[in-house]
Nanobody, 122 residues
Framework: QVQLVESGGGLVQSGGSLRLSCAAS????????MGWYRQGPGNQRELVAS???????NYANSVKGRFTISRDNAKNTVYLQMNSLKPEDTATYYC????????????????WGKGTLVTVSS
């Protein structure tokens, strides 16, 4: 089993910055990818950014050029640096981990954190 704990959310003004962190723990055999999703009021959950085991990244068009995803493999931790924040970035941000655990290796299963709230004011 994999547990994910997010941190770094909060209230910030437009144009400001926040850095989110997500630490994975548990009986992890291998992490294939980690990423960040978000869900605003009345909206569906959407992919914000992801990074795979080879370091390849993917970003939503709405955050490209403003957000940067990175990882620390030794700590099983992924980060999301968010710059030039806009009110439309307001959402609960969820960490995702695609991984195998020690007891069974099936090519990757998805695990989710409980989310951290980001609020951007004008």
């Amino acid at each position: 089993q994999v547990q994910l704990v997010e941190s770094g959310g909060g209230l910030v003004q437009s144009g400001g910055s926040l850095r989110l962190s997500c630490a994975a723990s548990g009986s992890i055999f291998r992490i294939y990818a980690m990423g960040w999703y978000r869900q605003g009021p009345g909206n569906q959950r959407e992919l914000v950014a992801s990074i795979d085991s080879g370091g390849s990244t993917n970003y939503a068009n709405s955050v490209k050029g403003r957000f940067t995803i990175s990882r620390d493999n030794a700590k099983n931790t992924v980060y999301l640096q968010m710059n030039s924040l806009k009110p439309e970035d307001t959402a609960t941000y969820y960490c995702n981990c695609n991984a195998d655990v020690l007891s069974i290796q099936v090519g990757g299963m998805d695990y989710w954190g409980k989310g951290t709230l980001v609020t951007v004011s004008s």
